[in-house]
């Protein structure tokens, strides 16, 4: 939210630097994120003088070019060339004299410098509007008032305003202090903790009055629960046009485009105040009649952008007597608006409800400046005085008489806050005794009412537009945020309680193979648990009725809590591939949510996503592509962390992968692991292989807390390896021959490994070559070449008996 401090000193007399007055505002609460530098012309037309044309002759060189000498002054007048055609002798004009910087429309700054000009030197540049900035018009230079002296600066003339602007990192739960009157309240409490006490100056509507009731428009308020109160009145006789410079100016500083009087005083207002006004052409209001009301659901309706727009039953809508004019608080319609020919309106000031106005803002994706501030709630009470304050503007700027009475629909008031504040609880809360007066100024300063005084405690009322405070401990939270947090000391004596958890927690145990997964190389993500409904399309295991709906979706992208967590995953790999990161290892530590009949539920996962080469180009190796293999190693490394190696592994074939195994321990699936198919790469954009790992963290976590460790000593005896060459058919996997090996020989062989296969020429057709390695150990004496050799005697023959191996 960007606040004008020219704008926010109409509120409060002070002459602190912004800086300074930042500092101030960021300790009350209201972080300043920056403060920029406007001037309502860029460049505050700095070096630009008045200059009187004293010839003007043709450019002997060139037809479209004069020649011109201009007094700005100075003792010698300035020799110039001139391409404009309305030049002319005793003109006073403006010239950008040698040095001075000018802006193009679109920002880019240049400097005036001495050259020639078809051979004619140029010691300076006589100005159109849109060179200096004052308007989008070329077609000639600026004419000034010939009472003008020579040498004058223009800044003085144009009344060139300086402003710094203010940008507020706003919390959700200020909503009063959406605007600058509501700013200046906050920094009135805060000055006045500094021993300044600044008067707050609120804008007079007293001059307010009705010159007729010609042109009256009926109000009736249909559903009071989404509109608790409304008002309205009419103005005829207005013209509409382009607004004066010094409103332009407040709505530039704050980054709003003036469009004409009516709607830059709406604008105006709502930032000055924080009440959103819309004013209807009343020419346009069918039967003289406003009703606040909702309407079918699969009404069309055409915004003011020109979109048209499905309504739902839920929306609020400001209707005429035959069709919806407005989405009330949130945006206008496109044939009810203020235009070039309107002469009379209808000027609404209202309070909708924050829930309603949040539903129907974000069902049709709009966020206007009106919907922010009905959404986090306006203050109910100051309706009415933005309305009279509006309409005198408008008096003012656009002319017209008032031609009715104020219409204030507002059946049942909002009432203020009743609070009791305790002054031994708030101690407790900060930690330090503040006095009590302190405390009643501070509450004074913020227009909280103090009712009774006791010696215990405060009897508070707390004004409407304070929708965020209504306990005890939001009191005290505004009591120490204007006494100030730095203002509280802190103590002498650290105080600490021993906790006791447990090694088995659950972040303990991320923490561990999170470390380990970065150690290989893996960034970890945290991918939004809100998802697409239409990713359960691509997965014929998961189902839409177990989609989790959100009941009120930021978009229709984010609608549904995630079945899955490959989708978030690849969602974020193809944003990285698009930024030309190829090489990706990505891990993930998320939840899955689904909908069953009876009940919701939620389950803990840990993905890994891999795609591209399993290290980065280096000249001291080649590069060689991730393979399964290599994640079916990594998958293996985090289960040996955790103390979970006795798994049995099966074949794993489902919807999203097209090769695949399945871990198991107890029956009981741990990680499910493979080759993502190629069809659901195309449609995340990703081209490479990607490889995924999911494992079922709850399962795993109630494993590790079964795990018993055992501690031996190191073995004194050494280890000694055989090897075999196996000749076996294609259908034979390393996993029958490991177990195999450790069924033959359970004592003495320790370790079974394949590492060479060969498939291809000087084989029998359907046959295969595994090199595969056993490490044998006695951890009690030295094994004896018998023995090792009557031990694969006894592997050899069950490798023949039982695979129908042969030894090459």
Request: net charge negative; charged share 25%; hydrophobic share 45%.
């Given at each position: 939210m960007k606040i004008s401090y020219n704008w926010l000193k109409q509120f409060i007399n002070t002459d602190w630097p912004a800086e300074k007055t930042g500092e101030l505002l960021t300790d009350l609460g209201l972080e300043i994120e920056g403060i920029e530098h406007?001037?309502?012309v860029k460049g505050g037309l700095k070096g630009i003088v008045v200059g009187e044309v004293l010839t003007c002759v043709q450019h002997p060189n060139a037809n479209r070019l004069k020649l011109t000498t201009v007094d700005i002054g100075e003792k010698t007048p300035l020799q110039i060339v001139c391409g404009a055609p309305n030049v002319g002798v005793g003109q006073k004009v403006p010239v950008a004299t040698i040095g001075t910087t000018l802006y193009s429309a679109e920002g880019e700054a240049w400097t005036i410098k001495k050259g020639k000009i078809r051979g004619e030197v140029s010691e300076g540049m006589i100005c159109a509007e849109d060179e200096i900035g004052l308007g989008a018009s070329h077609d000639g230079i600026v004419i000034l008032d010939s009472k003008l002296?020579?040498?004058?600066?223009?800044?003085e003339i144009f009344e060139v305003e300086d402003d710094e602007v203010f940008e507020i990192g706003l919390t959700p739960n200020r909503a009063d202090a959406m605007s600058h009157f509501g700013v200046a309240r906050d920094l009135k409490a805060g000055l006045i903790q500094k021993d300044i006490n600044p008067e707050l100056i609120t804008p007079s509507v007293s001059a307010f009055h009705v010159d007729n009731r010609g042109l009256r428009i009926d109000v009736e308020v249909k559903d009071k629960e989404k509109c608790p109160r409304y008002c309205g009145v009419t103005i005829s006789g207005l013209k509409v046009a382009e607004s004066p410079n010094w409103l332009q100016n407040r709505l530039k500083a704050i980054g709003l485009w003036p469009i004409n009087n009516i709607v830059d005083i709406t604008n105006y207002v709502l930032h000055e105040l924080g009440q959103p006004l819309h004013a209807f052409d009343a020419s346009k209001i069918k039967g003289n009649k406003i009703e606040v009301k909702t309407v079918k659901t699969g009404t069309k309706f055409i915004s003011l952008d020109g979109v048209e727009r499905i309504l739902d039953e839920e929306d609020l809508m400001v209707c005429d007597a035959e069709k919806p004019m407005c989405i009330a608080g949130v945006f206008?319609?496109?044939d009810s608006g203020v235009s070039d020919g309107t002469t009379s309106i209808f000027l609404e000031s209202a309070y909708f409800s924050p829930i309603a106005v949040r539903k129907t803002a974000k069902r049709h994706g709009l966020n206007t400046d009106a919907s922010f501030r009905f959404e986090r709630g306006i203050d109910p009470n100051i309706t009415e005085y933005a309305l009279k304050r509006a309409t005198l503007l408008i008096l003012e700027i656009a002319g017209g008489k008032v031609s009715s009475?104020?219409?204030?629909v507002y059946p049942k008031k909002i009432e203020d806050c009743q609070v009791r504040l305790n002054f031994e609880n708030t101690r407790l809360l900060i930690g330090e005794e503040i006095p009590k007066e302190t405390i009643k100024s501070i509450l004074t300063s913020l227009e909280i009412k103090v009712n009774n005084v006791t010696e215990t405690g405060l009897g508070l009322t707390i004004p409407a537009y304070r929708n965020d405070v209504t306990r005890e401990a939001d009191v005290?939270?505004?009591?120490?945020?204007?006494?100030g947090y730095n203002n509280i000391k802190t103590t002498e004596k650290l105080n600490a309680s021993i906790g006791t958890s447990s090694k088995f927690d659950d972040h303990k145990l991320q923490y561990i193979i999170g470390n380990q997964l970065v150690a290989q190389g893996f960034y970890e993500i945290m991918c939004n648990s809100l998802t697409n409904a239409k990713f359960t399309e691509l997965d014929s295991d998961l189902k839409a009725e177990h989609n989790v709906h959100i009941l009120n979706p930021l978009s229709t992208d984010l609608g549904v809590m995630r079945q899955s967590m490959l989708f978030s995953g690849l969602e974020a790999m193809a944003y990285n591939l698009n930024r030309r990161q190829s090489d990706l290892k990505l891990?993930?530590?998320?939840?899955?949510?689904h909908q069953f009949s009876d009940k919701q539920s939620e389950y803990k996962h840990l993905t890994l996503f891999i795609t591209g080469n399993k290290s980065k180009e280096s000249w001291t190796k080649k590069t060689e592509p991730s393979s399964f293999f290599?994640?079916?190693?990594?998958?293996?490394?985090?289960l040996n962390r955790l103390g979970i190696t006795q798994t049995s592994s099966s074949p794993k074939t489902i919807d999203v992968l097209s090769e695949g195994l399945s871990l198991t321990v107890n029956r009981q699936t741990i990680v499910e692991f493979g080759v993502v198919k190629k069809s659901i790469q195309k449609y995340f954009g990703i081209p490479s292989e990607v490889l995924i790992a999911d494992f079922n963290w709850d399962i795993i976590l109630k494993l590790v807390q079964e795990n018993s460790i055992l501690f031996t000593s190191i073995p004194k005896y050494p280890e000694v390896r055989?090897?075999?060459?196996?000749?076996?058919n294609n259908d034979v996997q390393f996993d029958a021959i490991y177990k195999l090996a450790f069924k033959t020989e359970k004592e003495l062989l320790k370790k079974v490994n394949l590492f060479d296969v060969y498939q291809g020429e000087n084989l029998p057709i359907g046959k295969k070559s595994y090199a595969i390695s056993f490490t044998i150990q006695d951890e009690n004496k030295t094994l004896t070449d018998s023995q090792i050799d009557k031990l694969m005697k006894n592997l050899q023959t069950s490798f023949e008996q039982e695979l129908g191996a042969e030894l090459r």
């Open positions: 406007f001037q309502s002296k020579a040498g004058l600066s223009c800044a206008g319609g496109k009475d104020i219409i204030d005290i939270e505004e009591i120490l945020r204007v006494y891990f993930e530590f998320g939840k899955t949510y290599h994640l079916k190693g990594i998958v293996e490394s985090a055989r090897d075999f060459a196996l000749l076996l």
